[in-house]
């Protein structure tokens, strides 16, 4: 009896075994998998450098594969050199609706020793297939010391954080080597925190905000091993200073949209009042669906009014957001471009009145790229042209539209060269997040932890953005082009990749533009100024040149869209502007040259 149940035991262990490896070399007659090609952060650096602590550089490999399920993960081994070896696994994704596979694997960079290396990856699957790559550069690890401090509103100006004194969120901290001349920047995070490990060596130390500093103004360090207490106090007034921010996306035609409306309030002191927004344009109205938590307090004709409590400088930037549902009609058409204005009060003691009311400007579409970039102003024309040293505030937005939570989203956006990265400042985010940002102009902002969840489940609740303002290197060549575009991860998702922004520098109302090679003959030679009267307008509009040459005569609306075009040979041109909505137009003159002037129509 006991031989014969082992037997059968033995006999059973047999046939699973069997049918064990006969489901294996099916599984493996029917996958593919390779890995293509690795690198540690971007593939354009030929060496990356980085400290032992370091823990913002990441590893990326692109790969192939068939035939896996979302069950199935597959073991990434990545061999330093020298018996250093780490080791991650990475599930596989399948697009909804299909069979096909995705694998994007990455891992972040920690506690590697001092070296130079070029890691070799190693992919593993559950069938037993292998591959190998090597990365494309190298990552030279070298002996570094941390800096560390805090930023803070320094209300009593002692250049001490007294207990009641506020921290200051996302202060830039940068260092420069004084010898390389490399820099390396870090933020302050909601407690006022910043902490960066930077390789030894002697660097001056500097921090960004809108703010003067009480103290230090800056400093020289000598980074050889760890250096705390690198406080800054900022000195930040203490009467309200409140103003507007809306974040939205476009109109559709008679399609409720929502806008998310908030207050900032840029003092130490809390404050509290109305958003008061008005939708004057005949093309858009209210749309009166609220869950009962947001109900406005006050609907009076086009005017939409909503409250605010307890707002200082230190709260706002973390999203705090209202939502506002507007509908557009059907006399709004596909490319149109719908403005309305946000006032914030109160206007009687606020320290800077002409910030309180901003008008903000959104398409007409019949769909959206959930995931995409905007560059604001919008600029003048179809060139979008902005004028030389005008600050751009970018705003990336992201909705998770997989089908499951996002647990971590990482936005990566490479600034041009032409922008001062020392002048980014942060204007507010969906949630909050970790920045990097190197001195290749790579902008990193990191949502650990964001349980971001799907459309499906939760559609309000699966969006996120983050928006920032950055200026202009100093006197930029006229005809520069300003291109951005960001780059957004959920997950081991592979990127998704935004609109490109697009801007170009000129002089706007002045008597000289030059202009890169390309343009029109019309728009060639020195240009001649022209006089613009009555301004502001309320009717006709005389165009007096200095001349009598065939000439274009183009009307741009604010947010750049051509809304009127004509000839003239004449010196004397009458314009009518009665088919302007009232508003501020630019008017563009080509002649045998070429210049811009503003227009404001009543």
Known sequence: MNLKTTNMKNLAKILFLGVFILSFNALSSQTTFSLDAASIDSAGNLTVIGCPQDDHHYWKITSKLSGYTRSDSILIVVNWGGGIVDSVYNPVYLNVGSSINQFYPYGRIQNIPIGNYRPQFIGVTPDGKRDTVFSQNRYIVKSCGNISGNVFLDVTVNCKRDPREKP??????????RISKSKFYTHSDTSGNYSMHVPAGNYDITVSTPFSKTCPKGGHLNVSS??????????????????????????????????GVSARNLSSSSASGEIKIILSDPRIAHAATYPLWTQPIRVVGDTVVFSYSNISYANSLIYNSIPLYVQANLNAKIGDTICFDVEVTPIIGDADTTNNRKTYCFPVSNSYDPNDKQGLPFGIGPDNIIDRGQDIEYKIRF??????????????????????????????????????????????????????????TNEPESNGFVSF????????????????????????????????????????????????DGIDALSQGTVRSFKLFPNPAHGNVTIERANDELGIIRVYDISGKLALTMNTDQTKTQMSTKELNPGIYFVEVLDSGREIQKLIVQ
């Open 399 to 456: 909705q998770n539209t997989g089908n499951d939570t996002a647990y971590k989203v990482v936005l990566v956006d490479t600034l041009q060269e032409e922008m001062d990265i020392s002048s980014i400042q942060i204007l507010g985010s969906s949630h909050e997040f970790d920045m990097s940002l190197d001195d290749n102009s790579v902008l990193k902002f990191t949502f650990n932890d964001i349980n971001l969840v799907d459309s499906a």
């Open 469 to 516: 303002k950055i200026s202009q290197k100093p006197n930029l060549a006229y005809g520069t082009n300003i291109n951005n575009t960001a780059y957004i991860y959920f997950d081991y998702n592979e990127a998704i990749i935004t609109n490109t922004t697009h801007h170009r520098v000129d002089k706007i109302g002045g008597n000289e533009v030059e202009e890169p």
């Open 226 to 259: 760890n250096s705390t207490g690198i406080d800054f106090g900022l000195e930040v007034s203490s009467v309200k200073d409140v103003l507007p921010s809306v974040f939205g996306r476009s109109f559709r035609p008679m399609t409720p949209r929502g806008f």
């Open 168 to 177: 200051y969120y996302t202060a830039i901290v940068e260092l420069e080597n």
